[in-house]
């Protein structure tokens, strides 16, 4: 059985969407930060294209940026990971996109598992997955007004004064 | 925000819904199963829309016990983030535990010796066959043989006899530490195992003589809540309940993990992904597990006795009596509570093969002292998506049945 490569998969991909793979990293798992418009594309190619043959999402997870960390605009961001169970390859992909504009588009036409992974996305992130068949809050009650993994959403009551985090580090 | 209040298209707004098609007319019923039902083992519901005792269609709610745990990482120091893991699948707190040492490890590119990966296999070997334990007689119990039940539970204190000679807990263990254990395991957690080796056996199969050519069960569990290994695979199952419908995916093997390379074991695989071949992989994994543990024990007794952790002064909390008498521990000790140990930049996604699938952690670290964000991967919230697809126009007395084989923790479900 021929063995997957990073080098093969991220200039195969290269070659075909071009400017849309924004950067290359080889970390633990090859990781590629992808065009936002351009994720489920990537992600139908890496699926059903034979010699990468992703065909198992094994993890979708929402991320949150504060203007403080990116240094420039307050951004949100996905991360898939996804494996080709034939050739036991993983490979992580990321989007990132601006906090005011949280629209994607949905996973849900290629894995049925990206459902409810993406409804908990929304829920705590406020990320719109365009395409979902059902996108509303999932751990939360559906009236809730926060999204309360995003950085700025207090942990705890704010008012206390005998807790001072810059004290340990955070 | 005004877009997520409750849709028309919620089954909860429709009490009796009735249908005509010219002759004659149907009536389908709402029936809530849950929040808490005694029948399904945990706060979770399911709106069922019924035609008499077949479900037409199902809806899940979930979130009952959500803590929102990813969002408590982030504010704690990497020692503390332990406990959280065991209230994910608390069926086998240890699996989550060790799951989370070995994420952190990897981060920081910490070499174990190999008698604490062995000590590791044993103890995670013995949560599987603990959560399997609980898994199967439940299926038993749902079919109404309760005997079955309280055999293998007296085993499961066992292991839980065993847990707390290692760590002084039994369900929610918070056993080990980033590197190892925090103490040797005293003479009395061998024989405790040596005599669960030994006796665990002729109880399983004494268990599996009630059940498994039980016309009963047999009758009850076969063709109950089926998945093809497409769907499956599509819906990202894993462990046992992958394997049930025929894909031989365990992490075990794929992305192996404190040396279960070195480890002689099978992979035992379904054909048709319904609850009886779900019973049939979790039985074999016990057998399988005892294997693994007997070859752990040969394996120990080769290395040099009396390590129990790696060289990782900046990360492996001290003893406390070395605290108090010896100056460099009492350092360490502050450095890493007061978060000063330098944690290196960077993301990790470490998964292990929890009892119930791919446990995943997805770390990143800024550097902090604590996470800057933790993703936790729950085989069960994945694969609980499924569930009203594999009950849809079954019995409801079935839809019980497949929710208990599919082995969905509420723990584990909603973080």
């Known amino acids: 059985m021929e063995v997957l490569q990073n080098d093969q998969i991220a200039s195969g991909l290269k070659n075909i969407f071009g400017d849309s793979i924004l950067n290359v990293e080889y970390l633990d798992y090859l990781t590629i930060t992808v065009k936002r418009d351009a994720i489920l594309e990537v992600v139908k190619q890496l699926k059903e294209d034979s010699v990468y043959g992703f065909g198992f999402l094994t993890d979708l997870c929402g991320m949150h940026f504060p203007a403080s960390v990116t240094g420039q605009k307050e951004q949100l961001g996905v991360v898939y990971m996804l494996h080709?169970?034939?050739?036991?390859?993983?490979?992580?992909?990321?989007?990132?996109?601006?906090?005011?504009?949280?629209?994607?588009?949905?996973?849900?036409?290629?894995?049925?598992?990206?459902?409810?992974?993406?409804?908990?996305?929304?829920?705590?992130?406020?990320?719109?997955?365009?395409?979902?068949?059902?996108?509303?809050?999932?751990?939360?009650?559906?009236?809730?007004?926060?999204?309360?993994?995003?950085?700025?959403?207090?942990?705890?009551?704010?008012?206390?004064?005998?807790?001072?985090?810059?004290?340990?580090?955070? | 925000m005004s877009e997520i209040t409750k849709t028309d298209k919620s089954l909860a707004n429709k009490k009796v819904e009735v249908v005509t098609d010219g002759e004659s007319e149907k009536k389908y019923t709402t029936l809530n199963l849950g929040p808490t039902h005694p029948a399904t083992h945990g706060i979770f519901q399911n709106i069922l829309k019924m035609d008499g005792e077949i479900i037409m269609d199902s809806e899940s709610t979930v979130g009952y016990i959500h803590r929102a745990f990813e969002k408590l990482a982030e504010r704690r120091p990497y020692n503390q983030i332990t406990p959280i893991t065991d209230r994910l699948n608390y069926c086998s707190s240890p699996i989550n535990n060790i799951g989370w040492h070995l994420t952190v490890e990897k981060l920081i590119k910490a070499e174990i010796p190999k008698r604490v990966q062995y000590m590791r296999v044993i103890v995670m070997e013995l949560a599987r066959i603990a959560d399997h334990i609980v898994c199967n007689s439940v299926i038993g119990v749902d079919t109404g043989a309760l005997t079955g039940f309280t055999y293998l539970f007296q085993e499961r204190e066992k292991i839980y006899d065993i847990y707390e000679s290692i760590c002084g807990a039994r369900l929610t263990t918070n056993v080990g530490r980033i590197g190892g254990f925090e103490r040797e395991w005293p003479e009395k957690t061998w024989e405790l195992i040596n005599r669960f080796l030994e006796e665990f056996p002729k109880t399983l199969k004494e268990f599996e003589n009630l059940l498994m050519r039980n016309r009963i069960f047999l009758d009850r569990t076969i063709g109950a809540g089926p998945i093809t290994a497409e769907k499956a695979l599509n819906y990202s199952f894993t462990g046992p309940n992958l394997r049930a419908a025929g894909v031989d995916y365990d992490v075990r093997v794929f992305t192996p993990y404190s040396s279960y390379e070195e480890f002689e074991f099978e992979i035992p695989v379904g054909t048709k992904g319904d609850t009886y071949d779900r019973f049939m992989v979790r039985e074999e994994e016990m057998w399988q597990s005892l294997k693994i543990i007997r070859q752990a024990l040969t394996k120990i007794e080769k290395e040099p006795a009396g390590v129990f952790h790696a060289n990782i002064p900046e990360f492996y909390l001290p003893p406390k009596e070395e605290v108090y008498n010896n100056m460099e521990a009492l350092i360490y000790h502050f450095k890493i509570v007061m978060g000063e140990t330098e944690i290196p930049v960077g993301e990790v996604y470490n998964c292990v093969e929890g009892a119930n699938g791919e446990l995943g952690f997805y770390l990143v670290s800024d550097g902090g002292r604590t996470p800057w964000r933790l993703h936790f991967r729950r085989p069960c919230f994945i694969y609980y998506q499924a569930y009203r697809e594999m009950i849809k126009g079954s019995m409801l007395s079935d839809a019980i049945l497949t929710m208990s084989s599919m082995n969905v923790i509420a723990g584990e479900l909603d973080a």
Not at chain 1, 88 to 109: A, E
Not at chain 1, 134 to 163: A, G, H, S, V, W
């Open chain 1, 84 to 170: 080709s169970l034939e050739k036991n390859f993983r490979i992580r992909l990321k989007i990132l996109f601006p906090i005011d504009d949280p629209y994607v588009n949905s996973l849900t036409s290629l894995f049925n598992g990206a459902n409810w992974l993406e409804r908990e996305a929304f829920d705590f992130y406020g990320i719109q997955f365009k395409g979902h068949p059902n996108l509303k809050r999932i751990m939360n009650t559906d009236d809730f007004q926060y999204f309360p993994y995003r950085k700025n959403f207090p942990l705890e009551d704010q008012t206390r004064t005998d807790k001072n985090d810059a004290m340990f580090g955070r």
